[in-house]
């Protein structure tokens, strides 16, 4: 996968899971982008745990596991950036 597509993956990942899950995030485009892209490995990864996919343990996942991926991630980032 390119470097140009996985921006665009990980944009429309990113901004998809961020209207799915209300809230204000603090974050521009750029935290947007990096957390679609991350949300794509991590719904790779749990593609392949679940279906057993190919021998890689980290692999990009589709546009739908992408925003999987994206809302565990934004679930996560959001208990962890919790004021005290």
């Known amino acids: 996968m390119g470097i140009i597509s996985m921006i665009v993956v ?4 990113g901004l998809i899971a961020r209207a799915i899950m209300p809230g204000a995030d603090p974050m521009g485009w750029i935290g947007t982008i990096l ?3 991350v949300g794509s490995f991590v719904g790779g990864y749990l593609a392949k745990v679940l279906f057993h996919g190919s ?3 980290f692999e990009p996942a589709g546009i739908v596991g992408s925003i999987i991926g994206a809302l565990i991630v934004l679930f996560i980032y959001r ?3 919790r004021p005290a």
């Open 10 to 13: 990980g944009l429309i990942a």
């Open 35 to 37: 957390l679609g892209i």
């Open 55 to 57: 021998d890689s343990p």
């Open 79 to 81: 208990r962890v950036k």
